[in-house]
């Protein structure tokens, strides 16, 4: 299996609405990661975990929240959004924290009304 | 601070053609760099991934080439096909986990 599920594919929620992002690989991969992609703009990094710790904060605002409840599963908790956070969120992962080749899901659209 | 920039943003080839992209970064001191395709509103899948101290890796019909000390690097595609239609990136690894991303260049394969 060399896949990084992330579900929902779509999701459509309100200002005052929670939801959340849940990513999952089973490739043995030790560091996970968030990443944001507005519409024709390369990806940024938002969080990374390494060995189910929060290694990187990318100074993203509070309103997204990540956990990382075991190494095989990546959450991303959304409170509070604004309209400008409408874009695909990838997650990805890696067989160590360093250096090595992405795999990437196919992401989350996400919009924000 | 590190940039990635991809020349051109926008490529239109006849299917069959043997093709180049190009990647350019400012800072000569990294660990690898990756390319990738993505195709419209998905993610993205790993290509080829060359280290700091190679100078080239080869999958296929592709072949990605790095010169550090001019901080360029190429990704030939051979034979183009329209299936090779996506936008591809280049990502330079400065450690710590962080990649930095170009803007991509769009390819359209015209049958």
């Known amino acids: 299996d060399t896949e990084v599920t992330q579900t929902p594919k779509h999701l459509v929620m309100g200002m005052t609405n929670k939801k959340s992002l849940k990513c999952e690989q089973h490739m043995g991969h030790r560091a996970m990661y968030w990443y944001k992609q507005k519409a024709k703009k390369p990806p940024e990094l938002m969080f990374v975990?390494?060995?189910?710790?929060?290694?990187i904060n990318e100074s993203v605002p509070s309103r997204f929240s990540p956990e990382c409840p075991n190494s095989s599963l990546l959450n991303l908790h959304l409170h509070a959004l604004q309209p400008e956070d409408s874009a695909l969120y990838l997650c990805a992962s890696s067989q160590g924290p360093v250096n090595e080749k992405l795999f990437f899901g196919s992401g989350t659209q996400l919009s924000v009304l | 601070k590190q940039e990635v920039t991809q020349i051109p943003a926008a490529l239109s080839v006849p299917e069959g053609e043997n093709l180049v992209l190009n990647c350019s970064f400012t800072d000569s001191a990294i660990y690898n760099l990756q390319w990738f395709r993505q195709d419209p509103g998905k993610g993205l899948t790993s290509l080829l991934l060359?280290?700091?101290?190679?100078r080239e890796q080869t999958s296929g019909r592709l072949n990605a080439s790095l010169d550090k000390s001019s901080g360029r690097s190429t990704l030939y595609i051979a034979a183009s096909q329209p299936g090779d239609s996506a936008t591809y990136l280049c990502?330079?690894?400065?450690?710590?986990?962080?990649?930095?991303f170009g803007q991509g260049t769009r390819l359209t394969i015209n049958p």
């Open positions: 060359i280290q700091s101290s190679q």
């Open positions: 990502a330079v690894s400065r450690g710590a986990q962080k990649l930095v």
């Open positions: 975990y390494s060995y189910e710790k929060l290694s």
